[in-house]
C-alpha cells in the first residue's frame, strides 16, 4: 500500500469509527479522558494499518479495551507513586523556618502557571530566554510572568512563615 492509499484509508477509517470508539471511551473512563483515548487507538492503527481487517470496528474496539487498560495502569503506578512520596519523611531541613519544607508550602500555594515560571528557572536551570521558548511566549513577556510569580512566592513564604493560610487572598491573587 503506498502512502496515498494509507492515508485515505486512515482517513475513512477515522470518519466511520471514531464516534464509536470515543463513545465506548466515554462509557468506561468518562469524557475527560475520551478523545485521548480516541486519539492512541488510531495511532497504533496507523503504525498497524495492514492488521486492520475489512470489519474494522471490533478490532479498534479491542484497541481501545488496551489502551484504557494501559491507562488505567498507569493512573494506579503513579497513584502509588504519590503514596509513597506522601508517606516519605520530610527532610530535616523542612521542620526549620525558611526551609524547604516552608518554601513547598509557598510553592504549592500558587498557581501552576507560577509555579511552572519558578520551576523552569529554579529548578531546570533554563535561562530566561530558553525558558520562554518553553513557555512559547516572548522573552519581555517570560521576564514579567517571572517577575509577578517572584513576588507572589515571596508573600507566599511570608505568609507561610507567619503560619497564615497558605493561600492568597483574592486580592493578592489579583496583583
Known sequence: ???????ARLEALFAEHAAAVRAYAWRRIGPEVADDTVSEVFVVACRRLEDVPADALPWLLACARRVLANQRRSARRRDALL?????????ATAE???GSGTLLTALASLRES???VLLLVAWEGLDPAR???ALDCSRPAF???????RRRLARALERA???????????????
Not at 503514596?83 to 527532610?91: K, T, V
Request: charge should be negative; proline fraction near 13%.
Open 83 to 91: 503514596d509513597r512520596l506522601h508517606e516519605e519523611p520530610a527532610p
Open 114 to 116: 507560577d509555579r511552572e
Open 1 to 7: 500500500m503506498d502512502e496515498l492509499e494509507r492515508r
Open 161 to 175: 512563615e507567619r503560619g497564615d493560610s497558605p493561600r492568597p487572598t483574592p486580592t493578592e491573587a489579583m496583583r
Open 143 to 149: 521576564a514579567a510572568r517571572l517577575y509577578r510569580a
Open 131 to 133: 525558558a520562554a521558548a
Open 96 to 98: 526549620r523556618p525558611g
